[in-house]
């Protein structure tokens, strides 16, 4: 059975920053790519980053390339996600995921089969 667990999450004014982590259990980690996605109220889930298993290939939504950096820790089975210079439109549920096939990596949604329950993210303005 594999588990996502997300953490990090929280109230922050613009410009702060925050770092979230997400601990995964049940699947060989490093075979796997992990992505970052989020859901604002009223709105699709979006993707926002993805990571190779071995943590050399990454992808970014433009809104947020420069700002936020995905790192993994393959020893700790996490995978973080580093927001920087955070903006009030960056508000939603950040919810990670596992890639569905193990040496894949993808920024579509359809293609991650296992999510966490969520992290809630605020930037006040």
């Known amino acids: 059975q594999v588990q996502l667990v997300e953490s990090g999450g929280g109230l922050v004014q613009a410009g702060g920053s925050l770092r979230l982590s997400c601990a995964a259990s049940?699947?060989?980690?490093?075979?796997?790519?992990m992505g970052w996605f989020r859901q604002a109220p009223g709105k699709e889930r979006e993707f926002v980053a993805a990571?190779?298993?071995?943590?050399?290939?990454?992808y970014y939504v433009d809104s947020v390339k420069g700002r936020f950096t995905i790192s993994r820790d393959n020893a700790k089975n996490t995978v973080y996600l580093q927001m920087n210079s955070l903006k009030p439109e960056d508000t939603a549920v950040y919810y990670c995921?596992?890639?569905?096939?193990?040496?894949?990596?993808?920024?579509?949604?359809?293609?991650?089969?296992?999510w966490g329950q969520g992290t809630q993210v605020t930037v006040s303005s």
């Open positions: 995921a596992t890639h569905s096939r193990p040496w894949r990596n993808s920024r579509l949604r359809d293609e991650y089969d296992y």
């Open positions: 990571i190779s298993g071995s943590g050399t290939s990454t």
């Open positions: 049940g699947r060989t980690f490093s075979n796997y790519a």
